[in-house]
């Protein structure tokens, strides 16, 4: 992981590499930053790293120091909250006995009354590959409720794949 220098900013965007894609192109003596400042990128990318659920963190550096803010109420507004169910089925759902809190079933009489919520960072919701591939792989063994733009998503390839099956 590395900062990119941003110049006329104090900070840069925090991202990450494969080391064989790194290089360094030059060091200049004497241009290094405070031990403050780079305190304050490592807190950054700790919060980061939090929020992201992985190591690739956007390519918008406003986003991502709201999202790195030392201010909660800042970083909550960044958060995208993915809420999915997974159908009854007579499912015993299993929880961490250390768990923060455990979201209570709905109503028994839905199809889907164990919800799950992730608060997500922007870039993960748009765009995780993984994060869909894992979603999608449930197939209608999921109703996605937000944010709308997945769960439209989520419908259209179901969609699509019923189409297939229909044309045979």
Same mark, same amino acid.
């Given at each position: 992981?590395?900062?990119?220098?941003?110049?006329?900013?104090?900070?840069?965007?925090?991202?990450?590499?494969?080391?064989?894609?790194?290089?360094?192109?030059?060091?200049?003596?004497?241009?290094?930053?405070?031990?403050?400042?780079?305190?304050?990128?490592?807190?950054?990318?700790?919060?980061?790293?939090?929020?992201?659920?992985?190591?690739?963190?956007?390519? #918008?550096?406003?986003?991502?120091?709201? &999202?790195?803010?030392?201010? *909660?109420? $800042? /970083?909550?507004?960044?958060?995208?909250? +993915? !809420?999915?169910?997974?159908?009854?089925?007579?499912?015993?759902?299993?929880?961490?006995?250390?768990?923060?809190?455990?979201?209570?079933?709905?109503?028994?009489?839905?199809?889907?009354?164990?919800?799950?919520?992730?608060?997500?960072?922007?870039?993960?919701?748009?765009? #995780?590959?993984?994060?869909?591939?894992? &979603?999608?792989?449930?197939? *209608?063994? $999921? /109703?996605?409720?937000?944010?709308?733009? +997945? !769960?439209?998503?989520?419908?259209?390839?179901?969609?699509?794949?019923?189409?297939?099956?229909?044309?045979?």
């Amino acid at each position: 992981m590395f900062e990119e220098d941003s110049i006329g900013t104090g900070v840069g965007l925090i991202r990450s590499e494969r080391i064989d894609r790194l290089a360094l192109r030059r060091s200049e003596r004497g241009n290094r930053r405070s031990d403050e400042a780079h305190s304050q990128a490592l807190r950054r990318l700790e919060l980061l790293l939090h929020h992201s659920g992985g190591i690739y963190f956007g390519s #918008d550096l406003k986003t991502q120091l709201r &999202l790195s803010s030392p201010n *909660a109420r $800042i /970083r909550a507004k960044q958060l995208v909250t +993915l !809420r999915f169910s997974k159908p009854l089925a007579g499912e015993h759902w299993w929880h961490h006995p250390d768990a923060p809190h455990v979201l209570e079933p709905g109503s028994p009489s839905d199809t889907h009354p164990y919800p799950v919520e992730l608060d997500l960072s922007p870039w993960t919701g748009e765009r #995780d590959i993984d994060l869909r591939n894992w &979603l999608f792989g449930f197939g *209608a063994g $999921i /109703r996605i409720d937000s944010p709308e733009a +997945l !769960r439209d998503e989520h419908r259209q390839k179901l969609e699509t794949a019923l189409a297939v099956y229909k044309a045979a």
